[in-house]
Nanobody
Framework: QVQLVESGGGMMQAGGSLRLSCAAS????????MGWFRRAPGKEREFVAA????????RYTDSVKDRFTISRDNAKNTVFLQMNSLKPEDTAVYYC?????????????????WGQGTQVTVSS
């Protein structure tokens, strides 16, 4: 089992920045690729960003490219999502997830463990 706990969400005005963290415990963190997903009000959960097991490969959905950065610290069992230039359409519950994979994948069903989520609200 892997336990994931997100933090760092909150309310922000458009154009601002937030940094989400996801702390992992349980099995060896460095054995998992990690991802961030989000669910906006009234919408399905969608892929946001992913990072490979070693951190060398990252993937992003088009709407966050050049604004969001995913990173990980395997020594601290933590994955981060730096969100800059926030927009109201980024408002969502953000979830981190762990994938027993070397590569960074974008499909929700590939992920094995999920956190409870953290709310991000961006006002215009």
């Amino acid at each position: 089992q892997v336990q994931l706990v997100e933090s760092g969400g909150g309310m922000m005005q458009a154009g601002g920045s937030l940094r989400l963290s996801c702390a992992a415990s349980g099995r060896t963190f460095s054995n998992y690729a990690m991802g961030w997903f989000r669910r906006a009000p009234g919408k399905e959960r969608e892929f946001v960003a992913a990072i490979s097991r070693g951190g060398g490969t990252t993937r992003y959905t088009d709407s966050v490219k050049d604004r969001f950065t995913i990173s990980r610290d395997n020594a601290k069992n933590t994955v981060f999502l730096q969100m800059n230039s926030l927009k109201p359409e980024d408002t969502a519950v953000y979830y981190c997830a762990a994938d027993w994979s070397i590569v960074a994948r974008t499909t929700e069903s590939e992920y094995d463990y999920w956190g409870q989520g953290t709310q991000v609200t961006v006002s215009s």
